[in-house]
């Protein structure tokens, strides 16, 4: 008996300023209900699939940006995707802004979050994004902002993986997915499948010259940290021109051997489908990377007790 899964990367279009959670919950339910007529069991939306992209703009007092996050999970707004969700018996991989209740020192925490919700609607699991790229100063003289060290803290719990749709499944956010230790860390949890929302804009400020290969950067990565782990790995654009800023599409399915098995063909709202067979994990997991027979943690040290690179 196979433990084969039908998945669709749901890449969402872009989201402007004005349009409503509404709207975004509505796009989100047309995939679902196409998902729904593929014979889809797991549904993927990008990263901050219910607003446009914020931290492109700076604002000096944060609290005016709070109406961009999540107080709750789900919220009268957002409860029809888990309704539809569950009336389809569709599970669903869904990221946000979220903004926490104060804690006990009356701080409320800012996190990119992402959550795996099972196919009665309930949430199974949830991760904060761990890798913050950007910056946290206002830097006026870009053409934008990507001021998401800014607006979201690192998550503190790092990776995990969690048993759900018949076999161990992991999420990563956007720049996480650039980091080897991200897939590394699920892969010693045994992961089968890394869901991945990103939004990633085309025109990189720092070196103008890596936007001609964001796509390829992009694949790079996913194909690597996949045929690295023996594991799927599901990546899902937001895309296309969003408040005057190019987003990548190019949402993809990686199977374990690192070959891309199906891939978004425009920059739009738009299903990727693929039916995953989990057991082909074990072809990588149980032959070139047995990673019980092969790693050598006695000398990997400095890949934990070091953050940047040492030269003497
Ligand atoms: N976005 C980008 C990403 O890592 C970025 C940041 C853009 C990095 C372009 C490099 C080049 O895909 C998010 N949201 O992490």
Not at 203 to 231: C, R, W
Request: net charge negative.
């Amino acid at each position: 008996m196979t433990r084969e899964i039908t998945v669709a990367a749901a890449q969402l279009g872009p989201i402007q300023r004005t349009d409503s959670r509404e709207s975004a919950v509505a796009r989100m339910i047309h995939l679902l209900r196409e998902a729904s007529r593929n014979g889809v069991e797991l549904v993927v939306f990008p990263e901050l699939a219910l607003t446009t992209f914020f931290p492109r703009w700076f604002v000096e007092n944060i609290s005016e940006a709070d109406h961009w996050y999540e107080t709750e999970m789900p919220s009268s707004v957002t409860q029809p995707i888990f309704d539809v969700a569950r009336e389809l018996k569709i599970g669903f991989c869904l990221g946000y802004a979220e903004i926490t209740a104060p804690d006990t020192n009356g701080v409320r925490h800012r996190f990119n979050t992402q959550i795996l919700v099972d196919r009665e609607g309930k949430i199974v699991g949830k991760y904060h994004k761990v890798h913050i790229p950007g910056h946290e100063h206002h830097e006026p003289d870009r053409p934008f902002q990507h001021a998401e060290r800014y607006y979201f803290e690192p998550g503190p719990e790092g990776f995990d993986v969690w048993k759900a749709f018949g076999g161990r499944f992991g999420m990563m956010i956007c720049n996480d997915r650039r980091w080897p230790e991200s897939y590394r860390l699920m892969g010693l949890k045994g992961v089968e499948m890394i869901l991945c929302g990103y939004n990633t804009p085309i025109h990189y400020v720092p070196d103008p010259s890596q936007d001609i290969l964001q796509g390829f950067h992009n694949s790079l990565v996913m194909q690597s940290g996949a045929y690295q782990n023996g594991t799927w790995v599901v990546g899902v654009a937001k895309a296309g021109l969003e408040e005057g800023v190019e987003l990548l599409g190019q949402s993809c399915i990686v199977a374990p051997s690192g070959q891309i098995v199906a891939q978004a063909l425009t920059a739009d709202d738009e299903l990727v489908i693929a039916r995953c067979d989990l057991d082909w994990c074990k072809r990588y997991k149980e032959t070139l990377f047995d990673f019980d027979k092969y790693r050598r943690p006695e000398v990997y040290g400095p890949i934990t007790s070091q953050r940047g690179a040492i030269l003497d």
